[in-house]
């Protein structure tokens, strides 16, 4: 690895151990200071400028310095862990970051990964759905699944027994590219019947976790991975689930992060349906019988010569940076404007902010002042 990429995971992970600190603080910090090792440098009377930064808060950072030979160390050792299972550690602020996932309200400031990234994924669709699915589910997961995979559509899913693995089976058997997103260490494989199918999607995708090595598959893991499936993906489809499943679990997500919802209706006496026709009946998600309803609704664009889907950047906005672009296009304002107009509070403003610059979509101007770049 790049020193210069060691040491911006050093100046991170140093930042990410002082308790107190997590990923929106620190888009805070560095909407504030641009860059990690200003952080450190500032004094204490600056740090206390940032909003949610108190003076305890403050003292953390500036005497964490103390610490860092330890974070290095650590830092080490996880690294060379990582590269006995041929996997590594990326921060947000890595060009190999996936540019659709800083959307997102939270995105995990660092993935740990095995497998490669592709230029198609891009133009990703998580299929999500109970881990008990009837025939009926199994065969509507694999039909889009391999449907996807042939108009070369990523399909994105969490590795999980029933609707889960037969997304990934069905892709692979279609030769599509497909993303596991898992909630545990990359060294722990769950189920345990996934072993192959794991490698499988190593070779042929990729496996993400936002969990450090040796982490165990505990179910308040598993909510918070779906935020990732969901937030990886144009769209998310349900297929199968309980009013109370998982899979509501990243429709809720996806819906937050204003991405689309798509949701296969079943049989009103069905339990396993309970949530899709529920999505339905909401109005939260579209009604999908094919696969076209889906490519449809998001409008992706296809090569005439081979019908597959075009690999061309798309920069989108969640549902809080939309509120602040429409605020931006009457012209330049300052933060605490954005905050009154948009109704969010300044702290999120500035995290929203921080990402539409790294998007180059807006550019700061002195005193906190921001405009439409």
């Known amino acids: 690895m790049e020193q210069e990429k060691v040491q911006q995971l050093v100046s991170l992970k140093q930042l990410y151990s002082i308790e107190g600190i997590g990923p929106q603080k620190i888009f805070s910090l560095l909407s504030q200071f641009k860059t990690i090792e200003k952080i450190f ?4 009377h600056k740090l206390l400028e940032v909003e949610g930064i108190n003076k305890q808060l403050s003292a953390k950072i ?10 290095v160390s650590e ?4 690294l060379s862990s990582l590269e006995k299972l041929n996997a590594r ?13 800083k ?15 592709h230029q198609a994924d891009i133009n990703s669709v998580a299929i999500v759905g109970t881990r008990e699915p009837s025939n009926y589910g199994k065969t509507v997961a694999e039909n889009f699944s391999r449907g996807l995979a042939e108009k070369g559509i990523t399909t994105v899913s969490g590795l999980a027994r029933g609707i889960d693995t037969i997304v990934h089976q069905s892709t692979l058997k279609a030769n599509g590219r497909t993303i596991a997103v898992i909630g545990s260490g990359l060294d722990i494989v769950y189920p345990s019947e996934n072993r192959k199918l794991f490698q499988e999607v190593t070779e042929k995708g990729l496996i993400i976790s936002e969990y450090p090595l040796g982490t165990k598959p505990d179910s308040q893991n598993f909510p918070r991975r779906n935020r990732i499936i969901s937030g990886l993906s144009l769209g998310t489809v349900v297929v199968e689930t309980r009013i109370n499943g998982g899979a509501l679990n990243t429709a809720n997500y996806a819906l937050d992060q204003g991405r689309e919802v798509f949701a296969v209706p079943g049989m009103i006496s069905s339990r396993a349906s309970e949530g ?4 339905i009946q909401k109005g939260n998600a579209k009604l999908v019988i094919r696969v076209e309803d889906i490519l449809d609704e998001l409008r992706i664009k296809f090569d005439g010569k081979n019908g597959r889907a075009k690999n061309s950047t ?29 109704g969010l509070s300044t702290s999120d403003c500035l995290v929203h902010l921080l990402s ?10 002195p005193g906190k002042v921001f405009t439409i770049d």
């Open 41 to 44: 440098d500032a004094s204490q």
């Open 276 to 279: 899709p026709n529920a999505l």
């Open 103 to 117: 959307n997102i309200y939270f995105p995990p400031i660092f993935l740990y990964v095995k497998g490669n990234f």
């Open 356 to 365: 539409m610059e790294f998007k180059s979509i807006v550019r700061q101007l």
């Open 75 to 78: 830092l080490d050792k996880e």
């Open 62 to 71: 500036l005497r964490s310095s103390e610490n860092r030979d330890k974070v």
């Open 89 to 101: 550690l990326i921060s947000y602020f890595d060009g190999e970051y996936p540019e659709i996932l």
């Open 314 to 342: 798309i920069v989108q906005l969640n549902l809080f940076e939309e509120k602040i672009y429409d605020v931006l296009k009457d012209g330049e304002k300052q933060i605490d404007e954005i905050s009154q107009l948009s």
